[in-house]
């Protein structure tokens, strides 16, 4: 597994990426699916039948837990994550020695199940093991939360993608923060979900500080994609020193 060692309170961005850059999901109910199974793999109690103990639970809100289940216990904490169609981004912190470990092996197994069942396709789901990287420092963490929540949701925008986002950024920000399948909301909108942990990010940037620093955040990386010697000082640093280690594909 190509994956930096980490301890307990590390943070942690992972991907994980379709065989041969095809698909991992194919329709809304394989993405709602991906949200579930962010909620409920995120526990030391594991059902080997959960989603059937949902079902049969007759849950209004799959994402509450039965009643005969145990307390959870979660073993990391999600700050952040993005899925698009062949690929997820994480943004972790270990909070339990193998939890990471364990919570990917769940996640990865769990998807590549339930696809090959549901489209009666054989052989591997992912390419290989999960990647991951260690952030170290509230600079770092800020940066990487824009990358996996604003550069990657924006990249889906209907109206031209990450470039016409950058041109339009206030309407693009707006779509991207009602994205159900990307943790944006939980930051600057109105979303309270069960999945994420907000209170390390939410203790680094307000909502409208998250998106004044995102702003910049896509103007440096479309420049830093075009190679444009900028100018702006803090753009400069911003490609030359961090980018590179926030790039992480």
């Known amino acids: 597994m190509r994956k930096q060692p980490y301890t307990v309170g590390s943070y942690i961005h992972v991907i994980k990426r379709g065989s041969r850059g095809l698909s991992i999901v194919r329709d809304n109910n394989d993405r709602w699916r991906f949200l579930l199974m962010l909620r409920h793999f995120n526990d030391s109690f594991n059902s080997l039948n959960w989603f059937?103990?949902?079902?049969?639970?007759?849950?209004?809100?799959?994402?509450?837990?039965p009643d005969y289940w145990p307390k959870q216990n979660k073993i990391v904490k999600i700050l952040g994550f993005c899925l698009v169609e062949n690929h997820f981004h994480l943004l972790l912190q270990e909070?339990?020695?193998?939890?990471?470990?364990?919570?990917?092996?769940?996640?990865?197994?769990?998807?590549?199940?339930?696809?090959?069942?549901?489209?009666?396709?054989?052989?591997?789901?992912?390419?290989?093991?999960?990647?991951?990287?260690?952030?170290?420092g509230d600079n770092y963490l800020r940066y990487v939360s824009a990358y996996i929540m604003v550069k990657n949701s924006l990249e889906l925008y209907p109206k031209g993608g990450l470039v016409a986002a950058a041109e339009n950024f206030d309407e693009a920000f707006q779509w991207a923060s009602s994205y159900p399948f990307c943790s944006l909301g939980d930051y600057v909108g109105d979303r309270n979900s069960l999945i994420v942990d907000r209170?390390?990010?939410?203790?680094?940037?307000?909502?409208?500080?998250?998106?004044?620093?995102?702003?910049?955040?896509?103007?440096?990386?479309?420049?830093?994609?075009?190679?444009?010697?900028?100018?702006?000082?803090?753009?400069k640093h911003f490609m030359d020193g961090i980018m590179p280690s926030v790039i992480f594909e």
């Open 52 to 65: 059937r103990d949902i079902v049969d639970a007759k849950i209004s809100n799959s994402m509450i837990r």
């Open 95 to 136: 909070i339990v020695d193998g939890g990471v470990a364990k919570f990917m092996q769940r996640l990865g197994i769990g998807m590549a199940n339930h696809f090959n069942q549901k489209y009666n396709e054989k052989g591997c789901l992912f390419q290989g093991a999960y990647r991951s990287r260690t952030v170290d």
């Open 199 to 235: 209170d390390i990010l939410g203790e680094i940037f307000t909502p409208s500080e998250f998106k004044f620093f995102s702003k910049d955040f896509i103007e440096g990386f479309l420049q830093q994609q075009k190679g444009v010697n900028n100018e702006n000082k803090k753009l």
